[in-house]
């Protein structure tokens, strides 16, 4: 089955642990998102990618970090800097290139709660 | 001028009737427009894209384009109980980023 799966699909931690969350897709997209999304709030895109070994900061990156190893996988660490990092985390991906749409297609999302 | 912004409050509609819902965009994205729906702690899943002035129809679901007001809505016609999510627009930006608007809420009532 292709598609993006994430996991865990929940996770507890204390606070000033990092924790790393796996975003993996078997699409063959090249492109890579990660938002945040709390209650009642919409979209907040943290970081992306859009071709190997290379990613960019999205509007909230402060206290997360991502690499960007291999075309399927795009990992996000949040950082004991993240202030509230409690929120659900969804991964996202998308082709480039000449007629992509760029729909983008979601994985399932990991819940953080950090206490 | 937010990128993409959906203002109307929760839509309650009866089962069977049609839910309108509405979305602006701003001169900041263009060309591509989507609309995605998100049950209650579900990622959210990609009902309808549309690219050009018009309508666009899929089912149940109508998707109209308006570049020259810059608005996008989504038409769900016979609405059902298993329709009751919250609808995300989104837009494509710059650097082949999607913009989001904050979703707008949807009940059907049976």
């Known amino acids: 089955d292709g598609g993006i799966t994430q996991s865990p699909k929940y996770l507890f931690r204390k606070e000033g642990q990092n924790v790393t969350l796996s975003c993996e897709q078997n699409?063959?997209?090249?492109?890579m998102y990660w938002y945040r999304q709390d209650p009642g709030q919409g979209l907040r895109l943290i970081y992306y990618?859009?071709?190997?070994?290379?990613?960019q900061k999205g509007d909230i990156a402060e206290g997360y970090s991502v690499s960007r190893e291999k075309k399927e996988s795009f990992p996000l660490t949040v950082t004991s800097a993240q202030k509230n990092p409690t929120a659900f985390y969804l991964c996202?991906?998308?082709?480039?290139?000449?007629?992509?749409?760029?729909?983008?297609?979601f994985g399932p999302g990991t819940r953080l709660t950090v206490t | 001028q937010k990128e993409v912004e959906q203002n109307s409050g929760p839509l309650s509609v009866p089962e069977g009737a049609i839910a309108s819902l509405n979305c602006t965009y701003s001169?900041?994205?263009?060309?591509?427009f989507f609309w995605y729906r998100q049950y209650s702690g579900k990622s959210p899943e990609l009902i309808m894209s549309?690219?050009?002035?018009g309508d666009k129809e899929d089912g149940r679901f109508t998707a109209q384009l308006n570049k020259a007001s810059q608005y996008v809505s989504l038409l769900i016609r016979d609405s059902q109980p298993s329709d009751s999510a919250t609808y995300l627009c989104a837009a494509k930006g710059g650097n082949n980023r999607l913009a989001f608007g904050k979703g707008n809420q949807v009940v059907v009532i049976p």
């Open positions: 996202a991906s998308t082709p480039r290139g000449q007629g992509a749409t760029y729909e983008q297609y």
């Open positions: 699409l063959n997209h090249d492109a």
């Open positions: 549309i690219y050009s002035n």
């Open positions: 990618s859009q071709i190997v070994n290379d990613f």
């Open positions: 001169d900041r994205v263009s060309q591509s």
